[in-house]
């Protein structure tokens, strides 16, 4: 799993290929550039990296049993970060996810914060963090295409 982050430039991450198609994938969770997550002031820290400590769990609806596709709740430690960084997470209810498996291409706006993390998949879209499945430990491999757009870049 990546700590979240932010990456100066545009990025286009491919999921090239995993140990597994059928079994293993990553999970992106992107927050705005917006929510301002200042990083903790910690030496050993980069400058673009956020302290914030935050696990998913899957939203279910009325019935406990029953997982509702594609949602999940933020759990937040918010002592993890100093001030209301973590009360903004939970605000802002902006938060986007997708889980890309071999083949997929995504764009990552310069800035945003982002954090992934394999995932094992599920029948029905669903997946489980890699730790918590009880499956065997797999492996991902991506390329990631970091560029700035031509009205960004310096001029000669």
């Given at each position: 799993m990546s700590p979240l982050h932010y990456d100066p430039y545009e990025n286009l991450y491919t999921l090239h290929t995993s140990s597994d198609a059928s079994v293993h994938g990553k999970h992106w969770l992107l927050l705005p550039p917006?929510?301002?997550l200042s990083p903790q002031l910690d030496r050993y820290m980069q400058p673009n990296m956020s302290a914030l400590d935050f696990r998913l769990r899957r939203r279910r609806s009325g019935h406990?049993?029953?997982e509702l596709e594609g949602s999940?709740?933020?759990l937040v430690n918010r002592a993890s970060v100093p001030g209301d960084a973590a009360q903004r997470v939970l605000d802002a209810e902006t938060a986007l996810s997708?889980?890309?498996?071999?083949?997929d291409m995504l764009f990552v706006p310069r800035r945003w914060w982002h954090r992934v993390e394999n995932v094992v998949l599920q029948?029905?879209?669903n997946f489980t963090p890699e730790?918590?499945?009880?499956?065997a430990a797999g492996w991902t491999v991506g390329v990631g295409w970091w560029f700035l757009p031509r009205s960004l870049q310096h001029k000669s």
């Open positions: 917006s929510l301002r406990r049993s029953e999940f709740d933020i997708c889980v890309m498996r071999e083949g029948d029905g879209g730790g918590n499945s009880g499956q």
